[in-house]
Nanobody
Framework: QVQLVESGGGLAQAGGSLRLSCAAS????????MGWFRQAPGKEREFVAA????????NYVASVKGRFTISRDNAKNTVNLQMNSLKPEDTAVYYCAADASYSAYAASMLLSDYEYWGQGTQVTVSS
């Protein structure tokens, strides 16, 4: 089992940057693919980015490609989401999630593949 705690959310202006971090407990962090999801008011939770166990594979939703970068540090049990060129439509609660996939190459975009979730961190982008 793994526990996840997000940090780094806040208020940014359009065009600005924020860096989200997710700290994981436990000694088996490298056994999990990791993902970031977000949920805006009145909308369903959606996939943002994912990274495989060792970081070799990544996936992004089309709307953030070229602006967001997911990375992980297995020695520090952390996964990060660097968000640049922020837009008002990026406003949402961002969640970190862990996927105990059998595949070392998996970086799933499916919400249902993720077993463990953090509590979320608010990101607000003003125009």
């Amino acid at each position: 089992q793994v526990q996840l705690v997000e940090s780094g959310g806040g208020l940014a202006q359009a065009g600005g940057s924020l860096r989200l971090s997710c700290a994981a407990s436990g000694r088996t962090f490298s056994s999990y693919a990791m993902g970031w999801f977000r949920q805006a008011p009145g909308k369903e939770r959606e996939f943002v980015a994912a990274i495989s166990r060792r970081g070799g594979n990544t996936n992004y939703v089309a709307s953030v490609k070229g602006r967001f970068t997911i990375s992980r540090d297995n020695a520090k049990n952390t996964v990060n989401l660097q968000m640049n060129s922020l837009k008002p439509e990026d406003t949402a609660v961002y969640y970190c999630a862990a996927d105990a996939s059998y595949s070392a190459y998996a970086a799933s975009m499916l919400l249902s593949d993720y077993e463990y979730w953090g509590q979320g961190t608010q990101v607000t982008v003003s125009s």
